[in-house]
């Protein structure tokens, strides 16, 4: 990448109408190809969906709908926000994300990683008492499978495969990248198989996370691989101020902390937190001239190719689109001059 890319992420959480009444999971999908549609009328670099088995959650398939999105658009890549790939076949990953490269006319990215929540294991079958050799097995087949050559592998995770090839075949082959939210080994890992390194920094400040780089770039030279891109993926949300901003967001972060609190035996947040992430934190939720500002600061600490603003706070899906539409029209172009 010549220069850094800012791109959107949604995991497609549900959400209200403005008056308290919810959204069906069916109205989540169908605004989230129109997002991805004034993605790129707005020509922001990339979109992501992520993938979620759960009923807060709409998308339990993420390339269905950048399908969808792909059909309607003509410069944006599209991907995954992850493809929960341990509970997944590394097979039909490829041949999903190779169909939607076609689809796309060569947009497709995958980003693998475990995913936030577990539900996908025991939906699939899996033990997560497997949950480290899952990851490990699959990523490495995901990486054999993408080279497009006959694969012969043999792991305990899936049956084995000998001298085989997986279809469609893709013009240019498909840009990856692996989920990361913080752990060195998992750095290492990705460097090993040669993909993209995407961090998720949801909370704390961003320059924690400059080691992880650091690690990432002397993985890569001491394994004598190519250097590949890293990205950013942080949360927020754009309004006409900040003020406006700050009370659009905070009712749905705090509930959204409560209750995920709550079932992973988290403390209640603090007073005091989500004022004290959006000013030193990686929550980035302001005018488009505070969010500019702090995005400009990360990249500033953060040796990055792309940011990505997870744009899909527990707010109005009217609230959201006009964060989308904030983000590309003033924020890229401020932070770009920034920059420069």
């Known amino acids: 990448m010549s220069e ?3 791109g959107l992420d949604t995991f497609g959480g549900l959400t209200d109408d403005g008056e308290g009444n919810p959204i069906s999971h069916a109205q989540v999908i169908r605004d989230l190809v129109e997002d991805g549609v004034l993605a790129d009328e707005l020509g922001l670099d990339f979109f992501a969906v992520g993938e979620h088995h759960r009923p807060d959650f709409a998308v339990s398939s993420p390339e269905m709908v950048l399908s969808a999105i792909a059909a309607r658009t003509e410069k944006i890549r599209l991907g995954s926000a992850v493809t929960v790939l341990s509970s997944d076949d590394p097979v039909r990953v ?3 994300f190779a169909t939607l490269d076609a689809v796309s006319n060569g947009r497709a990215e995958i980003v693998a990683g475990r995913g936030s929540f577990i539900e996908s294991f025991p939906l699939f079958g899996y033990d997560l ?4 050799v899952l990851f490990e097995e699959k990523l490495g087949l995901l990486a054999a499978l993408l080279t497009e050559k006959p694969v012969t592998w043999s792991g305990s995770t899936r049956a084995g495969l000998t001298d085989q090839r997986v279809y469609p075949e893709t013009a240019n082959g498909i840009p990856t990248w692996v989920g990361v939210g913080g752990s060195p080994e998992s750095v290492v890992r990705t460097a090993r198989h040669g993909f993209g390194l995407f961090l998720a920094i949801i909370g704390g400040a961003p320059e924690r996370f400059a080691p992880y780089i650091d690690l990432f770039e ?4 001491q394994l004598e691989v190519p250097r590949a891109p890293v990205a950013v993926h942080s ?4 309004a006409a101020s900040d003020e406006l901003a700050r009370e659009t967001v ?4 705090l509930e959204f902390r409560l209750r995920l609190g709550r079932e992973r035996g988290w403390p209640d947040p603090a007073p005091g937190d989500f004022e004290r992430e959006i000013s030193g934190g990686s929550l980035y939720v302001g005018s488009p001239e505070t969010v500019a500002r702090k995005i400009a600061a990360t990249l500033d600490v953060l040796k990055v190719d792309r940011f990505d603003l997870k744009y899909d706070q527990p707010v109005p899906h009217a609230a959201q689109r006009r964060s989308i539409e904030l983000y590309g029209e003033k924020v890229v172009p401020m932070v770009k001059d920034m920059l420069a």
């Not at 002397?218 to 030279?221: K, L, M």
Request: glycine letters at 10%; charged letters at 35%; hydrophobic letters at 30%.
């Open 218 to 221: 002397r993985a890569q030279d």
């Open 129 to 132: 008492s497997d949950y480290e």
């Open 235 to 238: 949360p927020g949300l754009v």
């Open 94 to 96: 490829f041949e999903r």
């Open 250 to 253: 905070y009712d749905g972060w």
């Open 4 to 6: 850094i890319e800012f």
